[in-house]
């Protein structure tokens, strides 16, 4: 009578082991990451929110949001990794109410070669939000894309800059677009 119930028991199981889905989960379109006030930073973060493109050619969206209104000297370093290895591959930079710059890097320390006139990215600082707009696919195809950012004051010590998630440290990613 036993055999009986475990046979077909095996055989359901069996079923569900092979039709289940598998399980990693293809990352999210939308991912915020908060970060607690920390009084002792110059331009302290409070969250980062990563937004997929809509479309291929599409910008993808990232709000990164502080912890008072800008101010001049306010500045943002924002890297992005598009290409799964962990290195970053752009980096938007630029100090508030003034232009930005966009570079191709291969690193956390060098800037790279200024491609600012390919509009891969932009960089928007307005009362308590940084946003960066950028095509995941600028420099190659992209399926998703992770990110950093520092937010600091100019002439301010080091020691008072903000790191999202963390110093030469990449976010969990995002897909580059919204599934179709």
Do not use: N
Not at 80 to 90: A, G, K
Not at 106 to 117: F, K, L, N, Q, V
């Amino acid at each position: 009578m036993r055999a009986a119930r475990v046979v077909p028991l095996l055989a359901a199981l069996a079923l569900v082991v092979t039709f289940a889905p598998p399980a990693v989960a293809a990352p999210p379109t939308e991912r915020t990451i908060t970060d607690p006030r920390e009084p002792g930073k110059a331009f302290d973060v409070v969250s980062v929110t990563m937004t997929s493109a809509p479309a291929p050619g599409g910008k993808a969206k990232v709000v990164i949001r502080h912890a008072r209104p800008i101010e001049v000297r306010d500045s943002i370093d924002f890297w992005v990794d598009t290409d799964d290895d962990r290195v970053p591959d752009l980096l938007v930079t630029g100090p508030s109410f003034s232009e930005y710059a966009v570079y191709k890097t291969r690193s956390w320390t060098d800037h790279g070669r200024d491609i600012t006139d390919q509009q891969c990215a932009s960089l928007r600082m307005r009362e308590r939000r940084s946003v960066v707009r950028f095509d995941p696919s600028c420099l190659e195809p992209s399926v998703r894309f992770a990110v950093s950012v520092r937010s600091y004051q100019m002439h301010a010590r080091a020691r008072t800059d903000d790191y999202v998630p963390g110093k030469h440290r990449l976010s969990r990613k995002v897909l580059s677009y919204l599934p179709e």
